[in-house]
């Protein structure tokens, strides 16, 4: 299942906007989709990821998102599994986005609880915030797989949740039922791979079973998840708990232990960078792609590194007009941009240095249009003097 496009009207700050979805890079590149979309605060960058989710969950969010209910739309072409489905949605009904087909919208918000029909795709929201109940469990529970794919759209995470699972994935891979067995250690060497590739110096070592705790070893000491930082916890968290929606969809779909992580779906980001060092900003849609190599991205982002750190990316800008904003495709222009050129881009507009520096820069720049060259090597010859060891190409070029 992937989003083709996007097509809004009167939703928040937007006017009107359209997006056309990375969908064929599997095909060409082998790597999955990813389309980021990023701009300034305030215009409007995460609105267009909940008009995702409104119309996919067919419920109103965190936040009234329509801008004029007597004149808006929300829609989507969807291709679920080579047919496309037009989705679309311009009215509301006692506080809920309503339009004609709920076949999506009914799972994601409600569940499958009342249906026997599961989609054999997966889809997941990751918020920015990350969950605040404590990595404890008194006893270990199985996991209700129709539950895992309830209210998928809002975000929510649980750490009772992540503990549970990877005590269920370290219990099952001991069962004597071949099946099981074979099935856990698959799974449990995914999720060491996923621990080993969200710290440094680290990996997952065992779930203490006196008091289920899951340990993991990082610079050499033993350490429960709790201890880890918050930019560790939270790539382990979201990635262990995507990997246990996969697991919910293969049971519920009968698909058996190797098409778990070859299931294709939608994974939607709110400022992914939130939490991370901006190595692990670089590092992240990488580890993703490789995890889950089936998965549509889209996700919104402040960071350059984010923006940088892939090739193939669909890269759209929100900029903010007068009284509105506009979404631009700026992919050929940030496609293949090296992150500090994107840090002084447009859409950052951030220079390295502090301002005097920055300021010199600048006059230095314009004294050189100006074809004052005389001035303008005065202004080289400040820089040398304040970073000789930067600026020494000005002082080797003679100030120009």
Known sequence: MKIKNLHIKNIGPFKEAALEFATDFVQVTGEQPVTIITGVNGAGKSILIDAIRAALSGTLLERNIVAD???????????????????????IERGHIKYADWAIANPLQY???NTD??????????????PSDPFRIMNMTNIKHKEVLKGVMWGKKSNVDL?????????????????EQQLGALMYERL?????????????????????????????????????????????EHLLLLMCKMYSVSVLNNLGADAIFNISGLLLIDEIETHLHPKWQKRI???????????????TTHSPFIVASIDGA?????????????????????????????????VFGVHPFNEEITALIQQRKQLIEAGDKAKAKEIADKLYAINPEYFSYLHVAGGL
């Open 314 to 346: 669909r890269i759209y800008t929100c900029v903010p007009r007068t009284g509105y904003s506009e979404v631009c495709d700026e992919t050929e222009k940030y496609g293949h941009m090296p992150v500090e050129e994107i840090l002084m881009s447009d």
């Open 69 to 91: 209910e007597n004149d808006f739309v929300v829609e989507m072409d969807i291709d679920d599994q080579g047919k496309v489905r037009h989705l679309t949605t311009s009215q």
């Open 163 to 179: 503990v549970n699972f990877i005590c269920h994935v370290d219990y099952l891979r001991t069962s004597e039922v071949p099946a």
């Open 285 to 299: 849609l990488a580890i993703i792609r490789e995890l889950f190599p089936n998965l549509q991205i889209i996700l």
């Open 192 to 236: 060491k791979r996923i621990v080993k590739l969200c710290l440094d110096n680290g990996g997952f070592k065992y779930v203490r079973r006196s008091d289920l705790t899951p340990i993991v070893e990082q610079n050499g000491k033993d350490l429960s998840l709790e201890k880890l930082s918050s930019g560790n916890i939270f790539l382990i």
């Open 111 to 113: 569940g499958y609880e």
């Open 117 to 130: 029909f599961i989609y054999p795709w997966v889809i997941d929201y990751w918020a920015s915030q990350s």
